[in-house]
């Protein structure tokens, strides 16, 4: 039976290949069908012998209670945006400059251009020719693991035949939905009286949360793989590892092009502009890539996105319609953000209602006045914008619109900091739509992760008195939730529905509040909603400085100098730890048992400074991880290297080190150890122990007890 399960599998999928990818019908749907079908049976019959790579898996089945968070291997960095030809010719220029400074010389640099797709995109981890992993981008650092649901996507290969591309590799993508399918469930929606989809791109995005894969594999969704990642390159430059990713059966999209010089991949741009309206999916921009894989080593990374490639953006598309009135909305800072209420009006497969005004500075800008016909566009973002005001559809007795000085909510002076756009209500204690935001933020998958406390619940408790300020969540009891009810209409649909606090409900809250006792501190910080302390500066500032202690004894000095930490973010932390009752509310959280410093599990102490003051770099691969020997030049206080260049003291070979890399090392004359060489270096068949080198988190927080809190 066991061969028969295998048969079934490769021969489907072999239909699976040459349907999707070389778009020929070896047997008709039927026969498809059937042999799927008695698959699926046997299946269920023997699920011992189920292949991993069985093509029951693309309609799905499964359902994924929660997504776990997965660390990218290689980071997934953005791109740096350009909307102009100077900008690219600018492009072109640094690109050339930094390679004269690397000491290449060259006639000209190829690039590839590739379409930007508008989708989410993902990365797609094959081991030993299986589909292990499907990752969301996530934050860039680490995203959610989607592989089920990935597995749905048919052109998206489950196994690949493919020494070439090594035992272990990722390629990137962009999954996306084709704007036939978007357009059908649109269509399907209206016709059954649900609010249509705002955009191919969001819906795209939407469905990859969907925790049933049988769903997703209904909304039929596609893919364009773009990038090939592995420990060892076997190419030379990005086209080729294209071509040959295209080669193996993987979907890539057949309009990328190399480009000699800047003046084609300009001729580029302009050609596609017209042309991605045929296209069967969006398309927002072009990627500009660096073709040789030395040349972009050489050029290396910005801490946001790689020196050897950029976006260009397609202007958006724009209409006009007539400005209504301006409505006011306070965030959970005390931001004030005008909006323009618009006559309503269709826009790239919306209704726009409403559009961002961002702030007084932008009405200044844009000239605004009352009852003015405005353009609207919408760039990727979900809300769209007014770009522009039409001047020739402006009345003879316009009058601008008057900003207000108070805020709409409790009526408090705003005010504007020096050389901030924004307005404020400094009223954060008291102007309900910030201590509701402000509750709200804590309660975020992102920060303390209690989704039982939405909907309309965090409202009804501030309604109540129950909730002021954050640490008033550990103060909620059986007794003071149960039994609260109220109805709520929803502004959109104007269905009402029931907000309540039955058993079950209360339940879930008061051990969601138990379990948030443990959620680390990094999303403790995120959570406590300092102004511009985002997920990662959160999670940076731990790094740093471990504690709460050490971070509220931080000068303003010390807190700009951490990576990644601005000046403004690094006032705000100052301004926040110099408030008494925010430190008060720090000491009440920590009562409660929340965590206020650094779990340690991928924490590196350093242990001795041995390579103090030296630079490695590894290539190759080698006995063990490169990430456990890139850790040991940390842990002995060395500094990692990111390309072979005249900094580096030593390029530590292991096996397979590519050639490009040897040449270079010849030619710096850098030192050229081995991975025992390195090992000996640091004494290593001792004592070392990584793991022995962590602080354990209670020690951590006990020896800071002593602390401010
Ligand atoms: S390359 C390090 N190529 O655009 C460079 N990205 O702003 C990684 N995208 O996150 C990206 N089409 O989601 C690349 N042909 C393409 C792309 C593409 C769409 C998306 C991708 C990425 C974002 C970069």
């Excluded at 999707?20 to 799927?36: A, C, I, N, R, W």
Aim: with cysteine; hydrophobic share 35%; proline share 3%.
């Amino acid at each position: 039976m066991e061969q028969k399960i295998k048969e079934l599998t490769e021969k489907l999928n072999y239909y699976n290949l040459m349907y999707y990818q070389k778009h020929t019908s070896v047997v008709s749907d039927f026969e498809f069908d059937k042999m799927l079908e008695e698959l699926q049976s046997l299946e269920i019959k023997y699920p011992q012998f189920k292949q991993p790579d069985s093509p029951t898996q693309r309609v799905g089945g499964t359902i994924s209670k929660d997504f776990p968070t997965v660390k990218h291997k290689y980071q997934m960095l953005s791109l740096g945006n350009t909307y102009s030809e100077e900008d690219l010719i600018d492009f072109d220029k640094r690109v050339k400059k930094g390679l004269i400074e690397a000491d290449f010389s060259f006639a000209d640099v190829e690039y590839v251009c590739e379409l930007k797709f508008d989708g989410v995109s993902i990365s797609l981890i094959y081991e030993n020719g299986l589909l292990v992993r499907g990752v969301t981008r996530g934050d860039g650092v680490q995203g959610d693991e989607v592989t089920n649901n990935v597995k749905t996507i048919k052109t998206i290969p489950m196994r690949i035949d493919a020494t070439r591309l090594g035992t272990e590799f990722e390629v990137r993508g962009e999954i996306f939905m084709p704007k036939k399918v978007f357009e059908e469930i649109n269509q399907e929606r209206e016709e059954i009286g649900l609010e249509k989809y705002a955009n191919p791109r969001n819906t795209a995005s939407g469905t990859m949360k969907l925790q049933e894969s049988s769903e997703v594999a209904k909304r039929k969704l596609d893919a364009f793989i773009y990038f090939y990642y592995a420990d060892n390159i076997p190419f030379k430059m990005h086209s080729e590892a294209v071509e040959s990713l295209e080669n193996v059966g993987f979907p890539v999209s057949n309009t990328y092009k190399k480009c000699k010089n800047v003046e084609e991949v300009l001729a580029f741009i302009k050609y596609w502009d017209k042309e991605r309206e045929n296209l069967p999916v969006e398309t927002d921009g072009v990627v500009i890539k660096v073709n040789r894989y030395d040349y972009q080593n050489a050029l290396g990374f910005t801490s946001k996105s790689p020196r050897w490639a950029i976006a260009y953006k397609y202007k958006a598309e724009s209409i006009s319609t007539q400005l209504k009135s301006v409505s006011y909305q306070v965030g959970r800072t005390g931001a004030i953000t005008p909006v323009a209420e618009l006559t309503p009006i269709f826009l790239a497969g919306t209704t726009v209602k409403r559009a961002s005004l961002h702030n007084a500075n932008e009405i200044e800008r844009l000239g605004l006045c009352k009852d003015d016909y405005v353009f609207v566009e919408k760039g990727g973002e979900i809300i769209p914008k007014v770009t522009g005001v039409d001047m020739t559809r402006r009345g003879l007795n316009a009058t601008p619109i008057d900003y207000i000085n108070n805020c709409p909510e409790c009526n408090t002076i705003l005010v504007r900091n020096e050389g901030e756009a924004n307005h404020f209500c400094p009223n954060s204690k008291g102007c309900p739509p910030q201590i509701k935001g402000k509750l709200e933020h804590f309660i975020h998958r992102k920060a303390m992760n209690m989704d039982s406390l939405g909907e309309g619940k965090i409202e009804l408790l501030f309604e109540k008195g129950l909730l002021r300020n954050i640490d008033d969540f550990y103060t909620l009891t059986y007794k003071s939730l149960f039994g609260l009810e109220k109805i709520i209409v929803d502004e959109q649909t104007g269905k009402s529905k029931k907000i309540g606090f039955k058993e079950k409900t209360v339940e879930n809250i008061l051990a969601a509040l138990e379990k948030s006792k443990e959620i680390p501190f990094e999303k403790v910080l995120f959570g406590l909603g300092i102004r511009f302390v985002g997920e990662t500066g959160a999670r940076k500032l731990v790094e740093h400085f471990e504690n709460i202690d050490n971070l509220a004894k931080a000068t303003l000095e010390e807190l700009s100098n951490v990576r990644d930490v601005g000046e403004r973010t690094a006032q705000s932390v100052v301004d926040f730890f110099k408030d008494d009752e925010n430190l008060q509310l720090i000491k009440n959280l920590k009562n409660y048992g929340l965590q206020f410093s650094q779990t340690n599990e991928n924490k590196i102490i350093v242990s001795d400074d041995k390579l103090a003051g030296k630079t490695f770099l590894f290539s190759g691969t080698f006995s063990q991880s490169r990430e456990d020997l890139q850790n040991k030049v940390l842990q002995f206080g060395g500094k990692l290297g990111t390309t072979v260049s005249k900094n580096l003291d030593f390029l530590v070979a292991g096996e397979n080190m590519g050639p490009s890399k040897l040449e270079k090392a010849e030619k710096f004359k850098i030192t050229m150890i081995t991975e025992k060489d390195f090992l000996e270096m640091i004494g290593e068949n001792t004592t070392i122990n990584i793991n022995t080198n962590v602080i354990s988190d209670k020690n951590k927080s006990n020896s800071s007890q002593k602390g401010l809190f």
